[in-house]
């Protein structure tokens, strides 16, 4: 079954609604829906409904609301250094179906990619979309935000939002750190706010590793293996959803 | 410092050594390593050295051996329905930085791929090579196998081989079942063999699960998001590397 999200607050059972432009010409002329069919669509407040294609093959009626939870038991924010090419979108799409709730990229010391505010813009509508098909095709109930932040700074100055800040340090990985990360879940409670910070291609800085600890950073190692700059977001996630939604 | 494999036996120390053809281009040519410059080699018995450029600048002499844990305490072998265009480099890519021991892809009823014999002795030159770059690039001591089988048939005979196999399946994630995966994991122990087996893009058909639990499959859901093809085996290895190497 597709599943769209749509901007608005939650419909009444019965109610005639259209979706976004994109969304209806996916649905009608791509997918090529027939007379009631059934669609899955998320509000705003993620408010999940079933729908049904109406005869004008152009809107939907809300047929029934469903409880569903799909969402991580906690809000994981990731921040990443910007990496090459298109390692971002690559991040985004997985990140989305591994139950990220936000993304972030700065750029770090070791980046080699460097964007100006115009390509800052361009790019990040191009990972909302992605985001949002990602989102579409995992069944989630939120599409996760994405931000390419300025600097370091920015990111620190958000540092009070979060109940733990993680930092994947290969550093720590390589002399044998490795229960600081499966601690620091252990300590965190439904419903709180982690955010993991990963560096780019050429790892992270040391100036930055004493940077984000001294504002209070926890260094990680993900296991005696050195991942790439793209894989270690995905570790972390896929760890975060075992270690919280199967182990019991 | 750059790695590779050389598929010999272990040498002595002092010993000159020259790297594969390949490699030998990559370090001298591509890398333009210098006298003295450091090296890391795994010998075919996993076997790890450190050695140093030689003023020939195309050979190296060993200076010492290193010893490294970096491989999963358990053997993980993953088999996928062949999936898509380039989803099994990119799995076999992502699968060889998260620690796998072996990959198997195989036709599945819902595959939209199929190869013929040309095409796999192709195709899996391409995924071994790909294995090798990756094992290199995250430090490993082995070089994970890559097959493509026939049918479904060589992957079920080859299950005696196996401590526990299970296989991932989107209905009884949907039903809600969280447990199976971590209580089979909790039940290994270290050295066994486990195999891990993933449907195509469409899924893995119920006639399949059918045949696989019927020869002793065990079914597991993987959380309540859905994933694509490509991303569920990089769940379970993440899962696997969490809980067997950090969780304590």
Redesign the interface.
């Known amino acids: 079954m597709q599943q769209y999200f749509l901007n608005q607050v939650a419909p009444e059972i019965g109610m005639v609604i259209t979706l976004e432009k994109d969304d209806t010409h996916h649905l009608f002329t791509v997918m090529r829906a027939k007379l009631d069919e059934k669609v899955q669509i998320v509000f705003s407040d993620q408010t999940l409904v079933l729908a049904t294609v109406n005869v004008d093959l152009a809107t939907l009626t809300v047929l029934e609301f469903v409880e569903?939870?799909?969402e991580l038991p906690l809000d994981v924010t990731i921040a990443v250094g910007l990496p090459k090419s298109d390692k971002l979108e690559f991040i985004t799409q997985?990140a989305t179906?591994?139950?990220v709730y936000a993304i972030l990229a700065f750029p770090a010391k070791w980046s080699v990619t460097k964007f100006d505010a115009k390509k800052i813009i361009k790019k990040t509508a191009r990972l909302e979309k992605i985001a949002k098909g990602a989102a579409e095709?995992?069944?989630?109930l939120l599409i996760p935000t994405v931000k390419i932040l300025a600097n370091l700074q920015e990111l620190t100055d958000q540092f009070a939002r979060y109940d733990q800040i993680l930092v994947a340090y290969e550093a720590a990985a390589k002399s044998g750190e490795?229960?600081a990360?499966?601690k620091k879940l252990s300590e965190l409670e439904k419903g709180q706010k982690i955010l993991v910070i990963f560096g780019p291609e050429g790892g992270i800085s040391p100036q930055e590793i004493e940077q984000l600890t001294a504002l209070g950073a926890t260094k990680i190692?993900?296991?005696?293996?050195?991942?790439?700059a793209e894989?270690a977001p995905?570790?972390?996630l896929?760890?975060i959803?075992?270690?919280t939604?199967?182990?019991?």
Chains 1, 2 share one sequence.
């Open positions: 569903k939870s799909v997985k179906e591994l139950g095709q995992s069944k989630r490795t229960a990360f499966a190692g993900l296991g005696p293996r050195i991942m790439r894989t995905l570790y972390v896929s760890a959803s075992f270690y939604e199967l182990l019991h």
